[in-house]
């Protein structure tokens, strides 16, 4: 079996392979604090949404061990009003902990990273990696450097390092299966409304769960379309563009697959403010274009 270290060792630049191996240690760290630390606190994120403990844990293991890698010029991320100063090449932008209200009804939940060369915010062109973990049935790190998305589960207790290749260079599959959007239909736009009902006629299956890493990952081994839509009431969408929409974005398009805010590539936007949002639809690309 292929370990990540021995993965990544030929295939990813020094400093994002020092960056994945060190994010999926943390990443075990956080997975065991999931289960006693939901409780909400007084807090409010730069997006006016309240924060759980996990969501502070999370944000401290993440941001901490990233700045002390050394390889990270700045850390940005959905639970902090500024980006923590470090030394190094790369800008990230995180969501720490994605879907935290879903864990206490035992959703798989995540955490969402964007590495970029440029000083944050700036568009996705600048994007040089992303990654996602899965919290789910199984610990999953899930990444592209650029060449191909690449799965690694952790196998906890095994000798040496836990995270083992589950799948190298994965495709979304070109047959769609499952379609999940966001939002109360009614508040849907009049083209998104239309879309999905052709979808259900055409057979695909309704897959949402109410979190992003969990509803995007189904997709991307299943084929389909995930989207947090426009809405009537919330035009720019709910999902920010930095933390989660370009980082999936760009897991969706190495992965064969697209993304869109509706009209254009989601990696073509150039956010002015750390959590601007977007309307998002991602997935395959045959119904990316089509909606
Ligand atoms: P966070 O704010 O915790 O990062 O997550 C936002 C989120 O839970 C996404 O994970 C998910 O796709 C979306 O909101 C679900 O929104 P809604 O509850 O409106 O369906």
Same mark, same amino acid.
Do not use: C, W
């Given at each position: 079996m292929t370990d990540l270290k021995s993965f990544l060792n030929d295939r990813?630049?020094?400093?994002?392979?020092?960056?994945?191996?060190?994010?999926?240690?943390?990443?075990?760290?956080?997975?065991?604090?999931?289960?006693?630390?939901?409780?909400?606190?007084? =807090?409010?994120?730069?997006? =006016?949404?309240?924060?759980?403990?996990?969501?502070?844990?999370?944000?401290?293991?993440?941001?901490?061990?990233?700045?002390?890698?050394?390889?990270?010029?700045?850390?940005?991320?959905?639970?902090?009003?500024?980006?923590?100063?470090?030394? =190094?090449?790369?800008?990230?932008?995180m969501d720490p902990l994605d879907g935290s209200s879903n864990i206490a009804t035992n959703n798989p939940v995540g955490s969402i990273f964007g590495f970029y060369s440029s000083p944050l915010p700036c568009s996705g062109e600048h994007m040089v990696g992303s990654a996602f973990v899965t919290y789910g049935p199984m610990l999953t790190l899930t990444y592209t450097t650029g060449a191909g998305v690449h799965t690694f589960v952790a196998a906890e207790g095994r000798e040496g390092d836990p995270f083992i290749l589950m799948e190298e260079s994965s495709v979304i599959p070109s047959e769609p299966e499952v379609y999940g959007l966001g939002g109360q239909r009614s508040d849907w736009i009049e083209p998104v409304e239309r879309f999905v009902t052709s979808l259900e006629g055409r057979g695909l299956k309704l897959r949402y769960g109410g979190t992003f890493v969990g509803d995007f990952n189904q997709v991307l081994r299943r084929g389909g379309i995930f989207g947090y839509p426009a809405l009537k009431n919330k035009p720019h969408g709910k999902l920010r563009v930095l933390y989660e929409a370009a980082p999936m974005a760009f897991i969706s398009k190495r992965a064969g697959g697209y993304a869109s805010d509706g009209s254009n590539d989601i990696l073509s936007l150039a956010p002015t403010a750390l959590a601007e949002t977007t309307p998002l639809y991602l997935g395959s690309s045959g119904l990316v274009r089509e909606v």
């Open positions: 990813a630049p020094a400093d994002l392979s020092r960056l994945l191996l060190n994010i999926a240690s943390a990443s075990l760290q956080v997975r065991r604090s999931l289960p006693f630390t939901t409780k909400l606190t007084r =807090g409010v994120n730069p997006s =006016g949404e309240r924060q759980t403990e996990i969501d502070l844990y999370a944000n401290e293991v993440f941001a901490s061990t990233l700045l002390a890698t050394g390889t990270v010029s700045e850390v940005a991320s959905e639970e902090m009003a500024e980006p923590r100063k470090g030394v =190094g090449r790369i800008h990230v932008a």
